[in-house]
């Protein structure tokens, strides 16, 4: 390794006597240079509720309402998208107990099928999934912020960037210095959110107690037999399910994760399921149909019919829900970045760690300038349509990819071991979310796929070019950008970095 790479290990400085000695902070520090254990069962939760309950259940839980035609057909679809998520999550638990890295479906898929298929999945999620998510969710928080301030008119496009702006860096910030304080957010914003779709469904429970039933009566009347519709209303319900897998993107950073990751899902899947249907049934007994349709805001909507004076609060709780599915979805890129780095796929300056906080703010900073970058797009809402496609192209290859590794290595160690039911139950599961985008929205789906296909070239000069043969300018900026990123950040290398250069070196 290259001295650029020691220079803040081994910091030297002078003390009273004028003797100049090492930093012994930095020095036990280099012993064992590793992110901590903090994500404890609590937190995993809340990482995972949080990211999967955003803005969309309270702003336009619509579509799969408008593809099934009836509140009793759409309740089964909303249900039916939870177990199949069930599934995927399941599956999810397996692979991160016998794949112990962090980079959820980046590392599974590295395991199983290689650099070059994974590289693409990395570079799909740094092009377009990851910033285009977080810029449109920071807009959506900026929105509702704004909203009582401008309540007849559209609010100033530059107030509303700035404030997502602010959001984005506000979130970096934190998540920089210190694990706990990112997941003490995440804790806090989850219970506001649950706190506040509690408070939907009593609404309607009460208002059911109270026989106002009369949307409810006859309640498959006009459900659509079409299946063109039926497939549709479903991938809105898977869609809205996702981001089961936030929690697979910090395996390394949590405590007994053999035990805490799974249990920590299968707590949280009939959780967010639950009070998705309990929302739903809450909107459906209070609005009638037409209005579910036609509302841009349906939570808000619902509020206004039942909360009189109180609200204000739907708002306030978008808003909440937006800042912590953005803290969430800070965490889970920021270490798929980490890893892809040192794993050797970006830039070497994006795997190192501070030397005290033991966090990657290298990747936290440059996951915060991509989705500071991305509100510069005036339609940054149109590009998120570019990426469904590839999301469930990867989620889908990573559950394959334990079918293959139970073929190729099958004397692996494997804490959870699922019937094969639920793997291959998912794949199938997978390849229709694939098929939808292509049947439903093709100009966007093979948008998606030529952004895919755009990182060959970049695989070809930074990955698969041997390191004699890789333009001397490439090398010089990534060695001189590592070393001015190393000094300014007071970071360095893991100590799994080492090992891996190491072993390396001797396979030399």
């Known amino acids: 390794m290259s001295g650029s790479w020691i220079i803040c290990c081994n910091k030297k400085y002078s003390s009273k006597n004028g003797v100049h000695e090492t930093d012994n902070t930095a020095e036990n ?11 404890t069962l609590l937190n995993g939760v809340s990482l995972i509720v949080g990211n999967m309950i955003g803005s969309g259940i309270f702003v336009s839980p619509k579509g799969v309402l408008m593809y099934s035609a009836s509140y009793g057909l759409s309740l089964f679809i909303w249900a039916l998208g939870g177990v199949f998520s069930l599934f995927g999550a399941l599956c999810y638990a397996e692979l991160g107990t016998s794949i112990v890295k962090s980079g959820a479906s980046y590392a599974y898929i590295l395991e199983a099928f290689g650099e070059f298929t994974a590289f693409i999945r990395l570079w799909s999620s740094l092009l377009i999934i990851e910033p285009t998510t977080q810029a449109v969710i920071a807009i959506t928080f900026a929105n509702y912020i704004v ?23 506000t979130l970096t910030f934190i998540n920089c210095v210190n694990v706990k304080w990112g997941t003490r957010v995440q804790d806090l914003f989850t219970y506001a959110k649950v706190m506040a779709l509690i408070m939907i469904i009593s609404v309607g429970l009460y208002k059911i107690s109270k026989g106002e039933t009369e949307n409810l009566k006859a309640p498959f009347e006009g459900s659509t037999t079409d299946v063109g519709c039926i497939a549709l209303a479903l991938y809105s319900a898977l869609f809205s399910y996702s981001g089961w897998d936030t929690l697979n993107y910090v395996t390394e950073e949590m405590r007994n994760p053999e035990r805490n990751l799974p249990l920590s899902i299968a707590i949280s899947m009939p959780i967010v399921t639950i009070i998705y249907l309990l929302t739903n049934i809450a909107y459906y007994v209070v609005l009638d149909m037409p209005t579910l349709l036609t509302s841009d805001a349906v939570a808000v909507t619902f509020g206004n019919e039942t909360l009189s004076y109180a609200k204000w609060i739907i708002p306030i709780a978008v808003a909440m829900s937006c800042y912590g599915g953005l ?4 965490i889970a890129a920021s270490r798929l970045f980490y890893v892809g780095a040192r794993e050797g796929h970006l830039p070497d300056s994006l795997s190192l760690i501070h030397i005290k906080c033991f966090t990657p703010i290298p990747a936290l900073f440059f996951n915060g300038l991509m989705t500071l970058l991305y509100l510069l797009v005036e339609d940054v809402f149109l590009l998120i349509n570019y990426y469904s496609f590839n999301y469930w192209l990867y989620v889908g290859l990573s559950i394959a990819g334990l079918i293959y590794l139970r073929h190729t290595q099958p004397d692996r160690p494997r804490p959870i071991k699922l019937s094969l039911f639920f793997p291959v139950a998912y794949c199938l599961c997978s390849m229709f979310l694939v098929m939808v985008p292509l049947y439903s929205d093709t100009i966007n789906a093979l948008i998606g796929i030529g952004i895919a296909l755009s990182g060959i070239p970049a695989y070809y000069l930074g990955v698969y070019l041997p390191s004699e043969k890789k333009p001397t300018c490439l090398q010089w900026l990534s060695a001189t950008t590592t070393k001015y990123v190393q000094m300014l950040s007071y970071c360095c290398l893991t100590d799994l970095d080492t090992e891996v250069d190491q072993t390396e070196t001797k396979a030399k």
């Open 29 to 39: 520090v280099q012993e064992k240079m590793k992110m901590k254990q903090e994500i």
């Open 147 to 169: 909203q009582p301030i401008f309540p007849s008119c559209e609010p100033p496009y530059e107030a509303v960037r700035l404030i997502a702006a602010a959001c984005i860096c």
């Open 327 to 330: 803290n969430s979805s800070t």
